[in-house]
């Protein structure tokens, strides 16, 4: 049982459709496309739906609008965001110089934090946490070399497009193998999660919807 | 078509004695058990709730046990949300503790928080409180801010999972304990944050997850985690299915190379 739903009557008919839309995606796996069609649009139409209602209920409305409306010149900053937001809005309308502003800003922001924060957060902790101390155990000194012998390994296998000697493209071939290796290990995660996932469907089916609990 | 039937008839199927998800000795589930313990008396604990609709069915179950377990500890839980997904999930677990009868005001929605990383960042300089929200809770956590909170939960699986709490929040508040829930898939992401201490403790494989909800005596508030634990039989059958799959794969193509290097020999 999911959890999800109550006991009222919307409860109900909101089990009723979750298990509709259910039955027509694993009725893709039958051939039957056209309405497996129509639930990705009906996906699609709602998660930009909710994305709108919460762009507005929660970011545009209380962070913008409202402060703005309580006190128009104590916070002049507003001013510019409103600005922003009508060049996103108006994007197709206006010149390529002016809408592309706004996505600019957010970019530039999202990469300048992003960046800054995996050097500071992972790549120099990482680094710190990988390197091998005296006194360390056999298991960890071994972990550690092997760490950076993969990594050196994987790194040089992204060496494209160079001149390269045999010595130094058995290396890289070496590192691509590892590198499919990591990836075949990660996809096997991915397996789990999604047959997990599989699972509870057929749950809801047959539990919440059915109601043949075990 | 067939792999949908045969899991169905599987999730049917009576349990199986010696198949199950947990294990007594599992050192994550042990470390989280710690972790919580050393939590002060009525913590005040921040989730970052930011879980992929595609992974959730994993961790769900460990994560209501856990918000239980939090609740049973006298925990006061804010919820915030900086992804799309992880706010429509947020508002549906909301949504259940409330049908659950948990406490209200021990819960706090501080709803969703745009601008990915900068919102992050922007987190842990200001925490807004809804206008709605004027209780205790409510008001302490706008008075202190990030500061008010004694430990992070953060529930993983999207893009702003415990990697990005790692590298934006824990370097610019200091010494708050950051735990986390995250589905197998980010395993090879979150594994050498564990090992590094950068994350307290985490609940990562269902094998975990399992061992940690098997180790919880909740009373009363057992009515807030899953009613009935997640069947291990039907993911052992569909890891065959897949294997098998595999296995036919690799063996058809290993036998079309060797029929072809022995016409190749022939001729």
């Excluded at chain 1, 709602?46 to 994305?51: D, I, K, Q, S, Y």
């Excluded at chain 1, 900053?77 to 108006?90: H, I, N, T, Y």
């Excluded at chain 2, 049973?72 to 839980?77: I, S, T």
């Excluded at chain 2, 610019?172 to 950051?178: A, E, K, N, Q, T």
Aim: hydrophobic share 50%; no cysteine; net charge negative.
């Amino acid at each position: 049982m999911s959890g999800f739903f109550g006991t009222t009557a919307a409860d109900t008919v909101a089990i009723w459709i979750a298990a509709i839309v259910t039955l027509i995606v694993l009725g893709a796996l039958i051939g039957e496309r056209r309405l497996f069609g129509w639930s990705q649009h009906l996906l699609a139409g709602l998660a930009t739906g909710f994305l709108a209602l919460i762009a507005v209920t929660e970011v545009i409305g209380p962070r913008l609008v409202q402060p703005l409306v309580a006190d128009p010149t104590g916070r002049p900053e507003l001013w510019a965001g409103v600005a922003l937001v009508a060049a996103a809005a108006g994007a197709p309308w206006l010149p390529r110089q002016l809408s592309i502003v706004p996505a600019s800003i957010a970019i530039g922001a999202l990469a300048a934090f992003a960046l800054g924060g995996a050097v500071i957060g992972t790549l120099l902790p990482q680094i710190d946490a990988s390197i091998v101390r005296p006194g360390d155990s056999v298991a960890t000194t071994v972990a550690g070399a092997s760490a950076a012998v993969v990594t050196a390994l994987v790194l040089i296998g992204f060496l494209h497009g160079r001149p390269r000697g045999r010595v130094l493209s058995s290396v890289a071939g070496a590192g691509r193998w590892l590198l499919i290796a990591g990836l075949g290990g990660w996809l096997g995660f991915l397996i789990v999660s999604r047959l997990i996932l599989l699972v509870d469907r057929i749950g809801f089916l047959v539990g919440d919807w059915l109601g043949l609990s075990r | 078509m067939l792999l949908v039937v045969v899991l169905a008839i599987a999730w049917q199927a009576p349990d199986v004695g010696w198949l199950r998800d947990s294990t007594t000795d599992s050192e994550d589930a042990e470390r989280m058990t710690s972790v919580l313990d050393a939590l002060v008396d009525e913590p005040l604990v921040l989730i970052g709730f930011d879980a992929d609709v595609g992974t959730y069915a994993e961790i769900r179950p460990t994560v209501r046990a856990l918000l239980a377990d939090l609740l049973a500890r006298d925990g006061r839980l804010a919820f915030v949300s900086l992804t799309a997904e992880g706010r429509s999930l947020t508002s549906a677990e909301l949504a259940r503790l409330g049908r659950g009868e948990a406490n209200p005001t021990r819960l706090l929605d501080l709803g969703f928080i745009p601008g990915a990383e900068a919102g992050l960042v922007d987190l842990t300089r200001d925490v807004r409180v809804g206008e709605g929200d004027d209780g205790v809770f409510a008001q302490e956590v706008e008075g202190a801010g990030i500061g008010a909170f004694d430990a992070i939960l953060v529930i993983g699986g999207n893009d702003l999972g415990p990697r990005s709490w790692v590298e934006q929040v824990i370097p610019r508040i200091g010494d708050v304990p950051l735990i986390t829930v995250t589905p197998t898939v980010l395993l090879p992401e979150v594994q050498p944050y564990l090992i590094g201490e950068q994350l307290a403790a985490g609940l990562i494989t269902p094998r975990d997850g399992a061992a940690y909800r098997q180790s919880l005596e909740l009373g009363n508030l057992e009515r807030l985690v899953e009613p009935t634990e997640p069947r291990p039989l039907p993911v052992l059958v569909g890891m065959l299915i897949a294997v098998a799959v595999l296995g036919q794969t690799l063996a058809s193509r290993t036998l079309g190379g060797v029929r072809s290097a022995g016409s190749r020999s022939v001729g």
